[in-house]
């Protein structure tokens, strides 16, 4: 089995850390995308990668292997151009800190653009036809807040502020 590694500070994507979830016929899983900069020094996790597909293939390693790293410049989404973009999973809720260890309780703390860091451990896997290398999620820690991805807006900018005379909308 792989060794335990705690990534570098990475910017927090679809973080699932609270409340587990699952795509229609798949079972629940709780999980982050973690998105490096493509000039991020990874290569603790792509040796790791590396070694979960040696351990489970040897010297056969298969072609078409799926490998967890995705350039994040092919994704349509906010935030991930000029990353790389890694996603970990686990079936057991991991524990959620911040900087000090201490439980963060409110999911609203862990987001989106926050950035963090994890404990996370490579595995390779051949599941129906599919062979591949993945990361599974331990524990999580929020290091710094960040702009939150994606296009939510926020009430303050919705609206204006309205008095009695305005309520005839």
């Not at 229609?24 to 590396?50: C, N, R, Y």
């Not at 799926?66 to 350039?71: H, I, L, S």
């Not at 959620?96 to 260890?101: C, F, W, Y």
């Not at 201490?102 to 996370?120: K, M, W």
């Amino acid at each position: 089995m792989s060794k335990r590694i705690v990534t570098k500070e990475f910017r927090v994507s679809f973080p699932s850390v609270f409340k587990a979830t699952a795509f229609e016929g798949q079972e629940p899983k709780f999980s982050v995308t973690m998105l490096f900069p493509k000039d991020a020094d990874i290569s603790d996790l792509k040796k790791a990668a590396d070694e979960a597909a040696k351990e489970k293939w040897g010297d056969k390693i298969p072609k078409n292997l799926r490998m967890p790293f995705v350039d994040g410049d092919e994704k349509e989404y906010d935030g991930y151009a000029g990353m790389v973009a890694i996603k970990a999973n686990t079936k057991t809720k991991p524990q959620v800190v911040d900087r000090s260890k201490q439980p963060i309780l409110d999911d609203s703390e862990f987001y989106g653009g926050c950035y963090a860091r994890a404990s996370v451990v490579a595995f390779a896997y051949d599941t129906a036809g599919n062979k591949g290398v993945s990361f599974a999620l331990n524990n999580v820690q929020k290091l710094r807040d960040g702009e939150p991805l994606g296009s939510r807006t926020n009430a303050d900018s919705d609206f204006d502020d309205l008095d009695d005379d305005d309520m005839d909308l």
